[in-house]
């Protein structure tokens, strides 16, 4: 049975791994936040072992049995920060700490009754890959949101510094993994401006640095529901509001029947031309087409 | 003396709460007008446990936002009079449209009690909601019920006498929808900007949501109120106010579907409806169309099947038979009074009151279509048609009102929601040929065209529609300035007719007409009797016959005799009054009345005759009706001089065009 401390040390070389490799004396008590004599000890006991490799000056790599400490101890850690976010509702800016103390006191029971709790999920609540039993991770290909150039739709994979302040920073702005958002423009002061839903948001570069991404490909691109106006659904067809136009009057009466964005609509007549019949909140509303001109859905499945 | 209670009644359209009114109200209800405005008022009194409780019936609105007069109405009564209790009278088959003016309320702190009503067409609809859930979520008795079936009103009575006996704890709402979001930062800024006393009589919180939600009349109120220095500020603030709008409206639908999750239980709906089955047909543009002329037709029929006979029958047995006992054997009076009684009264006004059965039935049938939610349809069909008048298709419904008496159409047109469309529709009305208009056109043509007496007089129906769609267009372009008319409107679910509430709203709009015969009515009778009696007691030279004379140049040029000049000028009064003018004038010649106007009328000063009538200005009653609902004698006057030279020019071209063909 490894000791807390041995788990510790051995996740933070496998984090430190995918970005440098052998992982250096230094970076590991910067991650770990212990003093270098410290490390070095540690280190030469977990050689000891057989978990890691460790070459002086150079620094440490994980043995292939240190890999599968190392992995089980990571996925517990992802597995409780999930639950914690998802199942008690913990803001994801209190979960990493919360995650590095249950971590080591999780049995085997204690992990599958948190997987059949979960269900289905392969991420942690910052976009990174739970590793399998096998200590196999599926990690999406990213790159900096920074990097992405303007003009495109990327998706954001996950956050890279997983800092309180960082991602508290993010949840204001509603950026977390698998929001889709459109680069608008790199802007002179070193910001990003990025297009959310109909949000505008612009990022520093220094977050933007932070946020993995990568561009949609033209596939993804064109299932992307489209946003047409409300006159273009026919008849039968369902959508989900976007935006509600038109002077005061009518806007304010429109949101009086409940066509505020996101209420879901279903066309029940159009006829190309002259007024439509939309059903909404359990009634039907005849809408004159000015007033259907001027709000916009996208396409829906969902049965009304 | 006890101080009676306040309590009002609130809730959106097509919830039955003019139903559950009258079942509070019984018989004790006062129609009027909201005082300078022209939206009905309802008001009545109950009496219960040694309480009197006034009962005030608030326009039927979706939000209390003051997008229209009946949402400005509401909500000045809710928050300047400050009601005892609120009674929001819901529909239980879409609570969740309803409980939107609901979060209103309760952002307004007002005590209330909801009424859940239609209960029972929500069960049918596969709907189950816990009341119980709901009331203590709200902290607010809830009353299921259904006013159509008459249950539950007891228990809503308790409830409205419990309430006011022993009235809750108001508690201090602090947890505002907003609380948490993106738009709370805005909203505490701008308290921050206002006090209590400039927002007065309107509590503060609320008076800035209703700025963000962009209300024309806070925004004014506040306007005026607020230091110079400080606008820049509220400016700044309200940037955005269209956004604003949208997330309060966001977050008050949140609130709804919270509540939904509370107390609302629905099975996934089955098969399509009765409504969505029958709707399909009736909203279609090709058959909804054929069944609104089926259906119209019916009614038609209806009434003049029922009605025309009854208003033979009082003109014979009543005003006939009236008269001549006056003359016969009410000797002992100056013939000048006899002469007063017989024509003026019974005669003049005797004659209008004739029509009432035929009203009534106009009324009843109308009544019957809109309360089992046909009316909505019409006007869904009918919009298309309506837009190139700069109209919508509410505007049908007055217009087709209008086949049975000008007056309620005038009135009706209330219904719709912009100014603009309003004043053109009521332009446009007077222009529709209602029932006495059609008893004179009808009695005409029988008299000169025999056998195709019937193809003459739907003619000059389907003749005097075109006028008005052309005057329509004509006046929308050239004389009107302002929005043009946009259709939001709900379909209500069709259901079961309560007949006793149709026959009270035919009763109030059929008393509305006998009120204006007994006033304005009754004073144009005199003064037409006056001068067609002064002076020399003779019509042959009475004033009444100088202007018909006067006019005769004028009536020449279509081939109209001085006879049907006064004829013409008798239908002010009242439109019918036209045949009983001719009577009189041609009563010296002893042919009687039909051979008479032969002698007076070619086919095509007939049928020139035929369309100055039906165009010619509106009746006194239509005209003082004009003049209350446009609030203006400018418009009062242009309605009159319009038609006078329409009826004119239009009746000039057609005997010309007429003699052309016919000899």
Not at chain 1, 231 to 238: I, T, V
Not at chain 1, 268 to 291: C, H, M, S, Y
Not at chain 2, 145 to 151: E, L, Q, T, V
Not at chain 2, 412 to 418: A, F
């Amino acid at each position: 049975m490894a000791s807390e401390r041995i788990e510790e040390y051995l996740e933070a070389i496998y984090r430190k791994q995918s970005t440098e490799t052998p992982v250096s004396t230094s970076s590991i008590a910067e991650e770990l936040k212990v003093s270098l004599p410290a490390v070095t000890d540690m280190l030469l006991k977990l050689e000891k072992r057989g978990l890691i490799e460790y070459t002086a000056n150079k620094g440490a790599v994980l043995t292939e049995q240190g890999r599968k400490l190392a992995t089980s101890t990571v996925r517990k850690h992802r597995l409780w920060e999930r639950f914690l976010t998802d199942i008690l509702g913990l803001q994801w800016d209190v979960v990493d700490n919360e995650a590095c103390r249950l971590e080591h006191a999780t049995s085997p029971v204690t992990e599958k009754a948190l997987l059949s709790v979960l269900g289905d999920i392969d991420t942690c609540p910052h976009g990174h890959g739970i590793p399998d039993k096998n200590g196999n991770v599926k990690e999406e290909k990213a790159m900096p949101l920074w990097e992405i150039s303007p003009g495109h739709k990327a998706c954001i994979i996950s956050v890279n510094d997983e800092t309180p302040e960082t991602l508290r920073q993010l949840q204001k702005s509603g950026l977390k993994p698998r929001t889709v958002v459109s680069i608008e423009s790199k802007n002179s002061d070193n910001t990003i401006s990025l297009k959310l839903a109909d949000h505008l948001i612009s990022l520093h570069k220094e977050l933007a640095s932070n946020l993995l991404a990568r561009s949609l490909t033209a596939k993804e691109l064109a299932e992307i529901p489209e946003e047409i106006s409300m006159s273009h659904l026919s008849a039968g067809e369902s959508g989900i509001v976007k935006s509600v136009g038109g002077g005061r009057g009518v806007l304010g009466r429109c949101l009086s029947l409940g066509f505020t964005p996101g209420s879901v609509v279903k066309m029940v007549e159009n006829f190309g031309k002259g007024p439509v019949l939309v059903k909404i909140q359990d009634t039907e509303v005849a809408l004159g087409r000015g007033v259907a001109d001027r709000m916009t859905v996208v396409r829906s499945n969902i049965k009304y | 003396m006890i101080k009676p209670a306040i309590v009002a009644l609130a809730g959106s359209p097509n919830v039955g709460k003019s139903t559950v009114f009258n079942l509070l109200t019984g018989l004790s209800q006062h129609v009027g007008n909201w005082p300078g405005k022209t939206v009905e008022q309802k008001t009545g009194t109950l009496y219960r446990d040694g309480l009197i409780i006034n009962l005030v019936d608030l326009p039927g609105t979706y939000s209390l936002t003051a997008n229209s007069t009946e949402e400005l109405i509401a909500r000045d009564f809710l928050v300047r009079e400050q009601p005892d209790l609120v009674v929001a009278v819901l529909n239980a088959a879409s609570l969740q449209r309803n409980l939107y003016l609901v979060a209103e309320f309760v952002e307004l702190g007002i005590p209330m009690i909801l009424a859940l009503n239609m209960i029972d067409v929500a069960q049918q609809e596969g709907i189950r909601i816990n009341a119980q859930a709901l009331s203590s979520a709200l902290n607010v008795p809830v009353i299921p019920m259904s006013a159509a079936k008459n249950s539950g009103i007891r228990e809503l009575i308790d409830a409205i006498v419990a309430e006011l006996q022993h009235p809750r704890i108001k508690i201090q709402q602090t947890d505002h929808i907003e609380t948490d979001s993106e738009i709370e930062n805005i909203i505490k800024q701008i308290e921050a900007l206002l006090t209590d006393e400039l927002t007065n009589p309107y509590p503060k919180h609320w008076t800035v949501m209703k700025l963000l939600e962009g209300d024309q009349e806070i925004n004014k109120l506040i306007r005026n109120r607020l230091p110079v220095e400080k606008q820049k500020n509220l400016d700044s603030l309200l940037e955005n106010q269209e956004t604003s709008a949208i997330t309060i409206a966001t977050l008050r639908s949140q609130w709804v579907q919270n509540m939904i999750m509370i107390c609302q239980e629905k099975k996934s709906p089955g098969k399509a409806s009765l409504t969505e089955r029958f709707d399909r047909a009736a909203t279609h543009p090709v058959s909804g169309i054929i069944i609104l002329i089926a259906i119209m037709a019916l009614v038609f029929s209806l009434v003049y099947n029922i009605g025309v006979p009854l208003q033979h029958l009082l003109n014979s047995y009543l005003v006939e038979a009236g008269r001549k006992l006056i003359y016969t054997s009410f000797t002992f009076m100056p013939i000048l009074l006899q002469s007063f009684l017989a024509d003026a009264l019974l005669g003049g006004v005797g004659t209008v009151l004739t029509f009432i059965p035929i009203l009534f039935l106009f009324f009843f049938a109308w009544g019957f279509l809109e309360d089992v939610g046909y009316t909505a349809r019409v006007a869904f069909v009918a919009d298309r048609f309506m837009h190139p008048l700069g109209l919508h298709g509410k505007s049908v419904l007055p217009l087709v009102l209008g086949f049975g008496c000008n007056v309620p159409a005038v009135t009706g047109t209330r219904i719709i929601d912009s100014p603009r469309a309003r004043l053109l529709t009521i332009l446009l009305t007077p222009l529709i040929p209602c029932t006495g208009r059609m008893a004179v056109v009808t009695f005409t043509a029988a008299a000169i065209f025999g056998t195709r007496a019937t193809f003459v007089s739907l003619g000059i129906i389907i003749f005097s529609i075109l006028i008005m769609l052309i005057s329509g267009i004509v006046i929308n372009r050239a004389v009107l300035r302002g929005e043009k008319a946009i259709l939001i409107m709900e379909l209500p679910l069709y259901h079961i007719p309560h007949f006793k509430l149709i026959a009270l709203t035919s009763w109030q709009r059929t008393m509305g007409f006998i009120k204006r015969a007994g006033t304005v009515i009754l004073v144009a009778a005199v003064i037409i009797w006056l001068l067609s009696h002064f002076p020399g007691d003779n019509i042959e030279t009475s004033l009444l016959a100088q202007i018909g004379k006067g006019l005769e140049p004028i009536g020449r040029t279509m081939g109209l005799g001085w006879q049907m000049m006064v004829a013409l000028l008798a239908s002010f009064v009242a439109k019918e009054n036209t045949i009983a003018t001719l009577g009189v004038l041609l009563a010296g010649k002893d042919v009687g009345v039909y051979t008479a106007l032969q002698d007076l009328l070619t086919p095509a000063s007939a049928l020139a005759f035929l369309v100055l009538q039906v165009l010619f200005i509106p009746c006194v009653a239509t005209v003082s009706a004009i003049h209350q609902e446009t609030q203006s004698w400018k418009w009062t006057g242009f309605s009159l001089v319009f038609q006078l030279i329409l009826s004119f020019a239009v009746a000039f071209i057609v005997f010309k065009i007429a003699s052309l063909f016919i000899q």
